[in-house]
């Protein structure tokens, strides 16, 4: 009966740290992630500076920009849905800066009605944020060539595609046509609270379990 008892609370104690040794970790993973969302959110609100020559997505992801010059007609759609009208596209846009880069404007959404709506060549000047986004996981779809509809941002293949660098700018305001622009925010997945209340919960029922145990062995060998 000893040896059984001690067996039982050393694996409930062991379990129970472990446990709460996960609950706690994730609770710094919870200030972490919320340190970021509040830096992005600092970045976001910051006055726009010049588009840098040669933007780096560890150091200026979500910076305010301006650049000038003029959207050349090319563009392809991201499959998108809003509350208010629905299933449509982000508009991801080819523009040319004013010095010749060619370059990506997140232009913002249209409903899916409006896919066919023309949208011409025309000079513009553009205020908006910088992103690289990380939309594409294991479980997209790859690219509909047939219909051009991208099912994420996937940056590098919208580039090749459109034949621009790698660079997005997510507009802040109206760039004409009927599109209405989706300004950046700092989305990022935070489960980390709801993962730590799952652990210590786990250890609470370990716990719970453990002295179930004790107490049937007690009371079969009383």
């Keep these: 009966m000893v040896r059984q008892i001690l067996f039982f609370l050393i694996v409930g104690v062991a379990g129970v740290a472990v446990l709460l040794s996960l609950g706690v970790w994730q609770l710094r993973r919870l200030e972490w992630k919320e340190a970021i969302i509040a830096e992005a959110a600092t970045m976001i609100a910051a006055d726009p500076v010049p588009l840098p020559a040669t933007p780096d997505p560890a150091t200026d992801r979500y910076r305010p920009v301006q650049t000038s010059g003029r959207f050349t007609g090319e563009e ?73 509809i991208w099912f994420g941002r996937d940056l590098p293949g919208i580039a090749a595609a459109l034949r621009t660098d790698p660079v997005l700018i997510i507009a802040r305001s109206d760039t004409g046509d009927g599109v209405m622009p989706v300004p950046a925010s700092a989305a990022f997945r935070n489960d980390h609270l709801q993962y730590a209340l799952t652990w210590f919960g786990l250890a609470v029922v370990w716990a719970v379990m453990t002295v179930a145990f004790l107490w049937r062995i007690r009371t079969r060998t009383a």
Excluded: C, K, Y
């Excluded at 880069?101 to 060549?121: H, N, T, V």
């Excluded at 000047?125 to 051009?148: E, F, K, Q, V, Y």
């Design 76 to 148: 392809t759609f991201v499959l998108a849905s809003t509350r208010d009208q629905g299933p449509g596209f982000h508009v991801i846009a080819a523009f040319e800066t004013g010095d010749g880069r060619r370059i990506l404007i997140d232009r913002g959404f249209i409903p899916e009605a409006d896919r066919g709506q023309p949208r011409p060549p025309h000079a513009a000047s553009i205020t908006g944020n910088l992103n690289w986004p990380d939309d594409m996981t294991a479980s997209t779809p790859p690219h509909d060539a047939a219909r051009d």
